[in-house]
C-alpha cells in the first residue's frame, strides 16, 4: 500500500483541485515511490475514457462534459510543485469533435504561463488520425510529444480494440515530421515474440524515436488480458541493448517501467536530447 507524506500531500492537492491522474486512475503500481518523488502524471479531460483497451484500468463510458476550468487548475497544480519536468496524458474524447485537441492546448499554453521553466512531456492518444488535432497539440509547444503503440502489430487488435498499429505509428510520424522529440512505449508479457520486439524496435529506430520505455504488462483485473509470460530483467536489459545500439537515444527497460517512470529526473535529459537534434 502507498503512503508517505509526499504521496498523502499529493492525493489531498489532486482530490481538492477536482483533477485526476493516470497513476490513481490505471492504478499504477510505482505511485508510492512516484508520489514520494513528487512525481505524477496528470489526465485530462476527465477521467471517463471513450475507449475500452484490454489492458487499461481507466474508466471506460460516456464521459462528462469538458471542464473548462480544467487547465488552469492543472497548471495551477504543477507550478505549486515546482517540478522541472513533467507529464500529462489524457483519456481519449472520440466523443469530442476535436478528440479535445483544444483542451490539450489550452492546458500547454497555461502551464508554460504558469511555470515557464518547466519542461512538459505529452502522452497523447491517437486522435483517430486527425493530422490536423496532432497538430494543434503540436502547435502548444510541447518538449516531448508521446503516443505508446503499447504492443506489436499482430496483437494490436486485441490490445486496443478501438485502435490501429499503423494509425499509431502515423502519430509519431507526424511527430516527427514537425521536428518533435517523441517517445513510445511498449508492454511486454502480452505474448509478443522477441523477433516482433525487434521488428517494431527497428521500425523506432528507422523514424528517429528519441525515448523509447519497455515494462512489464501487469493485468490489473480478471476482466483484463491475462499476463502471458513475465518477462526476464535480463531480457529487457538485451532489449535496451539492442535499441540503443540501433540509434535510439534514451531507453528505460525492467519490469516495473511505465511511460512516465521516473520521468521527474528528465529535464536535463530532455535538454541534452533538443541540443542534439537541433541542426548544427
Ligand atoms: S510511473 Fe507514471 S503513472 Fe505510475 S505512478 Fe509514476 S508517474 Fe504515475
Same mark, same amino acid.
Given at each position: ?52 483497451? $484490454?489492458?487499461?484500468?481507466? =474508466? #471506460? /463510458?460516456?464521459? %462528462?462534459?469538458?471542464? !473548462?476550468? +480544467? ?106 515530421? $514537425?521536428?518533435?522529440?517523441? =517517445? #513510445? /512505449?511498449?508492454? %511486454?508479457?502480452?505474448? !509478443?515474440? +522477441? ?86
Amino acid at each position: 500500500m502507498p503512503g508517505g507524506d509526499g504521496y498523502r500531500d499529493l492525493k489531498k492537492m489532486v482530490g481538492e483541485l477536482g483533477l485526476h491522474t493516470v497513476c490513481q486512475s490505471a492504478g499504477c503500481p510505482n505511485i508510492g515511490e512516484c508520489w514520494n518523488n513528487r512525481a505524477l502524471t496528470v489526465m485530462i479531460l476527465g477521467d471517463i475514457c471513450t475507449r475500452s483497451c $484490454r489492458f487499461c484500468d481507466v =474508466k #471506460t /463510458g460516456r464521459p %462528462l462534459p469538458v471542464d !473548462e476550468g +480544467e487547465p488552469k487548475r492543472v497548471a495551477s497544480m504543477l507550478a505549486s510543485l515546482s517540478l522541472s519536468h513533467t507529464v500529462i496524458t489524457s483519456v481519449d474524447r472520440d466523443d469530442l469533435a476535436d478528440g479535445g485537441a483544444e483542451i490539450w492546448a489550452e492546458t500547454l499554453h497555461a502551464c508554460h504561463l504558469a511555470a515557464p521553466d518547466m519542461t512538459i512531456e505529452v502522452l497523447v492518444g491517437d486522435f483517430k488520425g486527425a493530422v490536423k488535432d496532432i497538430d494543434t497539440v503540436i502547435d502548444a509547444r510541447p518538449d516531448v510529444f508521446g503516443h505508446n503503440l503499447e504492443t506489436v502489430p499482430r496483437l494490436s487488435k486485441q490490445v486496443r480494440v478501438q485502435a490501429r498499429y499503423d494509425r499509431s505509428f502515423a502519430v509519431l510520424e507526424r511527430g516527427r515530421q $514537425r521536428g518533435m522529440l517523441t =517517445k #513510445t /512505449g511498449l508492454m %511486454l508479457g502480452l505474448g !509478443e515474440t +522477441e523477433a516482433e520486439l525487434h521488428e517494431v524496435i527497428g521500425q523506432l529506430a528507422k523514424l528517429g524515436l528519441s525515448i523509447l520505455t519497455l515494462g512489464q504488462y501487469l493485468s490489473p483485473t480478471r476482466s483484463h488480458l491475462p499476463v502471458e509470460r513475465y518477462v526476464h530483467p535480463d531480457e529487457f536489459a538485451a532489449l535496451k541493448t539492442f535499441a540503443l545500439g540501433l540509434g535510439i537515444r534514451h531507453v528505460e527497460s525492467g519490469p516495473l517501467v511505465r511511460s512516465s517512470y521516473h520521468a521527474e529526473g528528465q529535464s536535463e535529459l530532455v535538454a541534452r536530447l533538443l541540443a542534439e537534434s537541433r541542426p548544427s
